[in-house]
Structure formats: structure tokens, C-alpha cells
């Protein structure tokens, strides 16, 4: 069964720490992951992807088989940074994603 | 980029009444969207799988009689709770790719529904 779990439901960080947002998931096919973020009153939005191999706003995620990791990083944090975030588990094909419980970061000034 | 509509962004109804919420993709065809469902301080929890032009699929604990899911075209897909309870407050969030064919599974959300049901 897919799962992802995401450990920390509120990480606080003060402004220009580095920040690191877990994702552990459970796959027995081939994983593509992502992260999405809600900022306040807006919607759900794409961060990543890590097939994108890509940094966002400076948020960067290495997929890591070994220990069915992928953790959001970002080496100094902004106040704009706060927000939910939420690791996803998908496969290829029109398949739906499976959410982690999300991490809510607040970045304190 | 793709956009998702969601309406209406927020309904207030009476016990025992159908609410319908309607999902739109205004910019691309969505031959498949998908319907989650999020309680306060929780994740997304997946409702069912609208596909058009066929029946919806229903995950596991969500009753299909309650959560009536139509995608009648490639752009629209509406869920109605009927007879609706307060138990079913929450937020309704719907998403859809917008790039199938590409091998990419990347989710395009509404800006969801929150339903409050007195």
C-alpha cells in the first residue's frame, strides 16, 4: 500500500536558519514524489517534483530510494516561506496522489 | 498555466438538504478529476476518482449514494452531498492534471468549497 508520512506537524524555524521538512513514504513500484504547499487563504500549489531534479524559491528535495526518503530542504528560511506543506506519493498513469498529513512551517522573524 | 474552478467557494445549508459543487478546468480537458476532502488541521483525504463519461470510483469508507459525483463533460465535474448533516462540514478541494500524456502526475488544485451544514 502507498503511505506517506510526514513526521512533524509544526516545524518553527527563525528567519535565515536552514529548514528540513521530512517525507518518509511506503512504495513497492517505482515513486514519484512531490511537494505541495498552501500558503494562508490560497490554494493548494505545486512546489516540486523529483523528477524535475529542480530548486523552487529555493526549496530543494533529493529523492532517496534507500531510505524511502524526501526531504524538503532549503538552506535559509524566509518569513514568506510559512505555510503547510504537504509531501505526495504518486505512480505513472492517470492515477490519484496520496498525501502526507502535512508539516505546517513558521518561519519567525 | 492550468487553472482550476471551484463553486462555490463557500455554502451554508440546512440539515437534510443536497448541496452541489462544481469543478471546472478552465483551460485544458480533464478527463479525470479527483475529489479530496479536508477536516481542519488534517491532510487531504481522497473522496473519489471522477472520470468522464463514467462512473466515479470511490475510495474505500465514502459512501457513493451520499457524494454523487458527475463529469458529464471534459472540463466539468460536480459533487453533490445530499442530504447533507453537519458531520459532513469540511472542505472540499477538487484537482485535476493537466497534462496527461506527458507522463507527469502533477495535480492542479481549486481553491475548494467549504461546506457548513447546520
Known amino acids: 500500500a502507498q503511505r506517506v508520512t510526514q513526521p512533524e506537524k509544526l516545524l518553527s524555524v527563525f528567519k535565515g536558519a536552514p529548514v528540513e521538512l521530512k517525507c518518509n513514504y511506503s512504495?513497492?513500484?517505482?515513486?514519484?514524489l512531490f511537494w505541495y504547499v498552501q500558503y494562508s487563504r490560497q490554494r493548494l500549489q505545486l512546489l516540486l517534483r523529483?523528477?524535475s531534479r529542480e530548486s523552487i524559491k529555493g526549496f530543494t528535495a533529493d529523492l532517496n530510494k534507500g531510505e524511502t526518503s524526501f526531504h524538503l530542504k532549503k538552506p535559509f528560511a524566509q518569513e514568506e516561506d510559512s505555510a503547510m506543506y504537504y509531501c505526495?506519493?504518486?505512480?505513472?498513469?492517470?492515477?490519484?496522489?496520496?498525501f502526507g498529513k502535512g508539516t505546517r512551517l513558521s518561519v519567525i522573524a | 498555466g492550468a487553472v482550476v474552478s471551484q463553486h462555490p467557494s463557500r455554502v451554508i445549508c440546512k440539515s437534510g438538504t443536497s448541496v452541489k459543487i462544481e469543478c471546472r478546468s478552465l483551460?485544458?480537458?480533464?478527463?479525470?478529476m479527483f475529489w479530496y476532502r479536508q477536516f481542519p488541521k488534517q491532510s487531504l483525504m481522497l473522496m473519489a476518482t471522477?472520470?468522464?463519461?463514467?462512473?466515479?470510483?470511490?475510495e474505500q469508507g465514502v459512501e457513493k449514494d451520499k457524494f454523487l459525483i458527475n463529469h458529464a463533460s471534459l472540463t466539468l465535474s460536480t459533487l453533490t452531498v445530499t442530504s447533507a448533516h453537519p458531520e459532513d462540514s469540511s472542505f472540499y478541494i477538487c484537482?485535476?492534471?493537466?497534462?496527461?500524456?506527458?507522463?507527469?502526475?502533477?495535480?492542479?488544485f481549486g481553491a475548494g468549497s467549504r461546506l457548513t451544514v447546520l
Open positions: 484537482s485535476a492534471r493537466a497534462d496527461v500524456g506527458t507522463g507527469a502526475n502533477v495535480l492542479t
Open positions: 512504495y513497492s513500484g517505482s515513486p514519484e
Open positions: 523529483h523528477i
Open positions: 505526495a506519493l504518486g505512480n505513472s498513469g492517470n492515477t490519484p496522489l496520496v
Open positions: 483551460d485544458f480537458q480533464a478527463t479525470t
Open positions: 471522477s472520470n468522464e463519461g463514467s462512473k466515479a470510483t470511490y
